[in-house]
């Protein structure tokens, strides 16, 4: 029986990509400045802790 849905499936043809065209849009090339996740991460921690320094003593 297992055999009979999959030979039924193959021939009903491929389902859609259930991603809507996001795995495409991720995989093109833009130019610009790359930046890793991680610098980002702590530069806006450092940024947001010397704020608050600033805040307190000035």
């Known amino acids: ?8 499936r193959k021939e009903t043809g ?3 990509a259930a991603s ?3 795995l495409r849009f991720f995989e093109e ?5 790359k ?11 450092s940024l947001i ?4 320094l600033a805040r307190i003593f000035f």
């Open 29 to 33: 090339e833009t130019e610009g400045i």
């Open 1 to 8: 029986m297992v055999m009979l849905m999959s030979k039924k």
């Open 35 to 45: 930046v890793r996740p991680e610098l980002l991460v702590v530069l806006s921690v």
């Open 14 to 16: 491929p389902m859609p």
């Open 20 to 22: 809507a065209g996001l």
């Open 49 to 52: 802790v010397g704020s608050v």
